[in-house]
């Protein structure tokens, strides 16, 4: 075709032009749903105060009462010292006590503030049937906490002086743990961007040769620490298509990898068969399994029997539309890169038009590991915005 | 029998049949070591395809009923004498010498009948494709596509912002669950008794029996 694409399809190789830096690839982890959407949710819950001796006696009522159901708020103390709750807490109780006609003065070292649960868990009369056996009256108030784990030490440290004593335990909510993540980021960070660059270089190639979008992917298996590319497949929606509306949907480049990796699978089963004969054998159809264009060609097999894609990276030239997110969602893929965001039909980002976030919802029967790998190089031309890629 | 709507429907009694004949598909499905789930594709009351699922088959996750169904529809042949094929050449990479039965807008105009929801990638493949109205048995829970986990089928899933009414998309499709549900239930009970072969090992299961299927309280009307 034009210069113009042969100039584009070039992929930028490791040696670099001398005029024309090659694009810095930078690897961000992608947000979950839950990052993005409950970031500081807060939930009301009961508090009292008991004498220091009662605690155990307390914890025993509570256990019995089984409060909380389904709640989860390890993140926060039980107990608390007068000295360890912000000024809010401390006038709240105070009020409380005023009302039961209690005077100000409280030996702080023989009284203990209690966190009982949240308000829509446990009633007043509840935690006044808990706590009188060891104290009466019983001064309750309730004050405003957050209500899931927090995932940094400074976060729980800014939660403790504005709510109540709150307690990282390096857990994650929200997502994958953030030390998860990085130990990930850092196996692939090596060698992430030769990837890309196939995938992005596959896709080129269909473009180029009319069979589809210019999008691509590449599948990496990662043993001990060595990767090895297992399928590379451009988009190929228009190839032998020759109607309008959005081309055939089945030619996805991530579905088409995604068959290579089975052909591969099913070929070191049975031993040596050709694979262009375990590939779809049908005269005719709407799936394209078998390799066509040279980026496609000469993919080592996959070296192990496996279930499905389990555990294996997928790098994807374009945000993934919602079918193929969840396509490898089933396939059990453990990590997934893409370059380019599509900001009105990406399925796996928690935060563009759609915001499924699909890479990481509880819901769901699989959750992975997912990153934007954006580069520098602005210059590269964009899908169109309606594009499913 | 009688878990889903039982209002005055024209099209009730031939949603029924048409869900047996997806339900056969399943049974086969069973037979074969497959995660039963069956589908028919139907067109002004003829069913144009069949479809069920393969991922064992293939060893690809991404192969399920409506995948095979869909690829079954367009590629019938137009026509039907058998005795076309003496070009051995053809099956060689040139489909533009044979012509196709149906174009791909024909699935606009078709209605799905599948005997548990369709899982979001599904739901997305026929929003992509295009299709009229999806019937279905059970509800799917863990990855369902069309109000099971998300409403693929209303505005790809988006979630109305607070006050706002979705607009009718022009790929937006019906769905209408809860047909012939326990049906489709027993026969997915009856696979996870007898196990997925091909999945991993899985932790610690405890007797497998099939049990009955709860009632349902309400009909699933999305």
């Known amino acids: 075709m034009s210069t113009n694409f042969d100039r584009k399809c070039s992929s930028p190789s490791r040696e670099g032009g001398a005029l024309r830096q090659s694009p810095v690839f930078s690897l961000s982890p992608l947000k979950t749903t839950l990052a993005t959407q409950k970031h500081e949710a807060t939930l009301r819950v009961y508090i009292s105060t008991i004498p220091v001796k009662s605690a155990s006696t307390i914890l025993g009522r509570l256990r019995n009462a089984e409060i909380d159901n389904g709640l989860n708020l390890q993140h926060l103390r039980r107990f608390a010292k007068y000295t360890d709750v912000p000024e809010h807490v401390l006038s709240s109780i105070q009020a409380a006590r005023r009302s039961l006609g209690l005077g100000p003065d409280v030996d702080a070292s023989q009284e203990l503030l209690l966190l009982v649960g949240g308000i829509n868990s446990v009633s007043h009369e509840e935690v006044h049937y808990i706590i009188s056996p060891t104290v009466t009256p019983v001064p309750i108030c309730s004050i405003m906490v957050p209500l899931l784990a927090p995932t940094s030490h400074e976060q729980a440290v800014s939660w403790s002086s504005r709510f109540w004593p709150t307690v990282y335990k390096k857990s994650n909510p929200f997502g994958p743990h953030p030390s998860i993540i990085s130990r990930a980021q850092e196996d692939i960070d090596g060698d992430a961007r030769t990837w890309m660059e196939l995938a992005i270089g596959a896709g080129q190639e269909s473009r180029r040769l009319g069979h589809g979008e210019a999008i691509g992917v590449a599948v990496v298996e990662r043993c001990d620490g060595q990767p090895r590319l297992l399928a590379v497949s451009g988009d190929a929606r228009w190839l032998d298509w020759k109607y309008g509306s959005s081309g055939n949907v089945a030619g996805h480049a991530v579905l088409r990898s995604i068959a290579m990796v089975a052909t591969a699978i099913k070929a070191s089963e049975n031993g040596n068969i050709d694979s262009t004969e375990t590939a779809c054998t049908a005269t005719r159809s709407i799936f394209h399994d078998k390799p066509m264009i040279s980026a496609e060609h000469g993919q080592s097999r996959a070296s192990t029997s496996r279930y499905l894609c389990h555990g294996l990276e997928i790098y994807c030239s374009h945000e993934p539309c919602v079918m193929c997110s969840m396509a490898i969602l089933h396939s059990r893929f453990g990590k997934v890169i893409f370059n380019k965001r599509m900001p009105e039909t990406g399925g796996l980002s928690s935060e563009g038009v759609l915001a499924h976030g699909l890479f990481w919802r509880k819901e769901l029967n699989w959750t992975l590991l997912a990153w934007e790998m954006s580069n520098s190089d602005a210059s590269d031309e964009t899908l169109g915005l309606e594009i499913n890629a | ?222």
């Not at chain 2, 606009?108 to 009229?132: N, W």
């Open chain 2, 1 to 222: 029998m009688d878990s889903q709507a039982t209002e005055a429907n024209p099209g009730v009694s031939r949603a029924k049949e048409d869900m047996s004949s997806e339900e056969k598909a399943g049974e086969l499905a069973l037979q074969t070591d497959e995660t039963p789930v069956g589908c028919v594709f139907v067109h002004e009351g003829v069913i144009i395809g069949r479809g069920m699922n393969a991922t064992n088959r293939t060893l690809n996750g991404t192969r399920h009923a409506e995948f095979e169904a869909i690829n079954e529809i367009l590629t019938t042949p137009a026509s039907t004498s058998s005795g076309d094929l003496t070009d051995a050449e053809s099956s060689e990479g040139v489909p533009d010498q044979c012509e196709m039965k149906y174009t791909p807008a024909i699935l606009k105009e078709c209605d799905l009948y599948v005997t548990v929801e369709p899982c979001i990638m599904c739901a997305s493949l026929l929003r992509q494709f295009g299709i009229r109205k999806v019937y279905f048995g059970a509800s799917n829970e863990k990855f369902g596509g069309t109000g099971g986990v998300l409403n693929i089928h209303r505005a790809n899933g988006r979630v109305p912002k607070e006050g706002e009414v979705l607009e009718r998309h022009k790929d937006d499709y019906e769905v209408s669950g809860g047909w012939l549900r326990e049906e489709a239930i027993l026969l997915l009970r009856r696979f996870y008794v007898q196990e997925n072969g091909k999945a991993p090992v899985p932790k610690k299961r405890k007797d497998r029996t099939v049990k009955d299927v709860e009632p349902l309280e309400e009909t699933t009307q999305s």
